[in-house]
C-alpha cells in the first residue's frame, strides 16, 4: 500500500517541493494526519509574566502539545529593546521558563528554547533586512507607540519586526498565535516570506496568524493592554497581599451599586470572565444589567478565583526555580533541537542569495 515517492507537491510553499516522506499512494489528503501542523510564539522575558500572557498566548501554546509539532521560546533578544540590566534579563529568562513549565509545558513534547541560543536567527534577520522596504518597517505603530510610553528610540526597537519575522521563517511555521496588537508583525513576516520566495525562489512558508476574539487582548488594571511597558499587570504567580493590591487596583467607574451598567465596558468584568465559570459569569453579568453589581466584592471574588487558577503551578514553579541548573539542562536540549531545524532552514536560504559559492 505504501510507496518510497522522491517528492510530493508541498502546496503549503504555493508551489512544488522536493520533500522525501513516505506517502499513501491512494487518497493522499494534504489536511490529514500525514502533515501536522507547525505552530510557533515567543514570550519576552523583559519582566514578570502575567495572566495577559497566559490568556493571550502561554494558554493556548500549552493546548497545541496535543495536536502540533509546537515551538516555544524565550525571545530574550527582543527583550534588549527594553531591558539593559544583565541581571534582571538573566533572572527573567529562567523566570519565564519556570512559568511555562509550571503552567504545564512538556519539554519532551515541544520544541523549547532560549532565542539567542541559536545564533542562525541573527543571520537570517540581517539577510531579510535587506530586502525589507523601509515604508513597510516604518508603518509598524509598536515602534511609535513603545516611544510614546518612555521606552528609548533604538535602531534595535525600530527594526524589531524583521527580527520576529526571522524568528516565524526560520522554522517554517504554519501558524502563530498572536495578540491583534502583533497581528501587524506577522504581516510583515508574511510580506517578508513573500518577497523572498518571489526573489530568490520558493523558501519559506507563509505564516497565518491565530488570534483568540475572547482574548485577543486582555486588559490590564486601567483598562489598556495589560502590558509590562504599561505597568498595568496582573502577574501570574503573585500572592497575597501583593496580588490583592493590584486586583482591588482595577480601575472601575463610580456608578452606583443599584444602577445598571454595561459589562462588556467594564474593565473588572472584562478580567473577571476569564476565571469565573459560565454560571457564575452569567450572574454576574444580569447584575451589571439589572442592578446590584459591587466592584468591591467583584474585585475579591477575583482575588480568590486567580489565587485558586495558579495554586499548583505556583508550588511546582518554586521547586523548578530551586534547581535553576535543571531549568538550563532543558532549554539547552531544546535549542539542539531548535538548531536542527534551523540550520536546514539558513543553508536553503544562503544558498538562495548566493552566500554558498
Avoid at 19 to 45: F, R, W
Avoid at 70 to 87: C, G, K, N, P
Wanted: charged letters at 25%; glycine letters at 6%.
Amino acid at each position: 500500500m505504501f510507496s518510497t515517492l522522491p517528492f510530493f507537491c508541498d502546496l503549503r510553499y504555493g508551489a512544488p517541493r522536493m520533500v522525501g516522506m513516505l506517502l499513501e499512494l491512494e487518497n493522499i489528503n494534504l489536511n490529514s494526519n500525514l502533515y501536522t501542523m507547525k505552530i510557533l510564539s515567543g514570550i519576552q522575558p523583559s519582566g514578570q509574566l502575567h495572566i495577559g500572557n497566559y490568556f493571550g498566548m502561554m494558554k493556548t501554546m500549552i493546548s497545541h502539545m496535543e495536536t502540533s509539532e509546537l515551538y516555544v521560546f524565550i525571545v530574550d533578544l527582543h527583550a534588549l529593546t527594553s531591558v539593559h540590566d544583565r541581571e534582571r534579563l538573566a533572572q527573567g529568562t529562567l523566570e519565564a521558563a519556570a512559568d511555562f513549565l509550571a503552567l504545564g509545558l512538556d519539554p519532551d513534547r515541544c520544541t523549547f528554547w532560549v532565542q539567542s541560543d541559536v545564533p542562525e536567527v541573527c543571520e537570517l534577520t540581517w539577510i531579510l533586512s535587506t530586502i525589507a522596504p523601509m515604508g513597510l518597517i516604518e508603518r509598524c505603530h509598536s515602534y511609535k507607540d513603545k516611544v510614546a510610553k518612555g521606552i528609548a528610540a533604538s535602531h534595535g526597537l525600530f527594526s524589531y519586526p524583521v527580527l520576529m519575522a526571522a524568528d516565524i521563517l526560520l522554522y517554517q511555521a504554519d501558524q502563530v498565535p498572536v495578540g491583534k496588537d502583533q497581528k501587524q508583525h506577522l504581516e510583515v513576516a508574511r510580506d517578508l516570506a513573500q518577497k523572498f520566495n518571489l526573489e530568490f525562489g520558493e523558501t519559506f512558508v507563509v505564516p497565518e496568524p491565530a488570534i483568540s476574539q475572547e482574548t485577543s487582548i486582555v486588559p490590564g488594571l486601567d483598562g489598556q493592554k495589560m502590558s509590562k511597558s504599561y505597568g498595568n499587570t496582573i502577574p501570574i504567580f503573585l500572592e497575597g497581599k501583593q496580588l490583592k493590591k493590584r486586583v482591588m487596583a482595577i480601575e472601575t467607574d463610580a456608578t452606583p451599586v443599584e444602577d445598571p451598567k454595561n459589562p462588556d465596558t467594564c474593565n473588572l468584568y472584562n478580567i473577571f470572565k476569564l476565571f469565573a465559570s459560565p454560571e457564575r459569569l452569567q450572574e454576574v453579568r444580569n447584575l451589571y444589567l439589572n442592578g446590584g453589581a459591587a466592584y468591591g466584592y467583584i474585585k475579591l471574588e477575583l482575588l480568590d478565583l486567580i489565587s485558586e487558577r495558579f495554586a499548583e503551578a505556583r508550588k511546582k514553579k518554586a521547586e523548578l526555580l530551586a534547581d535553576p541548573g535543571s531549568i538550563r539542562d532543558i532549554l539547552h536540549k531544546g535549542a539542539i533541537k531548535a538548531r536542527e531545524k534551523a540550520v536546514v532552514t539558513l543553508d536553503m536560504v544562503r544558498d538562495r542569495v548566493g552566500l554558498k559559492y
